[in-house]
Nanobody
């Protein structure tokens, strides 16, 4: 059974950092395009970052460009999202997505607050 499991969310103060993990099982995540999305209460889900399987090309959404880095660890079958200089408006549930497999994780809550 293919699935994605996110982890690494939590409560962090403004200006802090978090690294989110998206662990895949049942398939090799490095062979696919993988994206991180986020959804804040009352708002639509938005793209945070994408990494391609070939060449590891990365693209970032406007909201966290310059403050986030998406990367993969083939040995761990995991994709990461490093987030820095976090702001209260980054508070949201963060989801991992592999579109070609129609897969979404359950999400991990990130709360930025003092």
């Amino acid at each position: 059974q293919m699935q994605l499991v996110e982890s690494g969310g939590g409560l962090v103060q403004p200006g802090g950092s978090l690294r989110l993990s998206c662990a895949a099982s049942g398939f090799t995540i490095s062979s696919d395009i993988v994206s991180w999305y986020r959804q804040a209460p009352g708002k639509e889900r938005e793209l945070v970052a994408t990494i391609t399987s070939v060449g590891g090309i990365t693209k970032y959404g406007v909201s966290m460009k310059g403050r986030s880095t998406i990367s993969g660890d083939n040995a761990k079958n995991t994709v990461y999202l490093q987030m820095n200089s976090l702001k209260p408006e980054d508070t949201a549930v963060y989801y991992c997505n592999v579109p070609i497999r129609l897969l979404w994780g359950q999400g991990t809550q990130v709360t930025v607050s003092s």
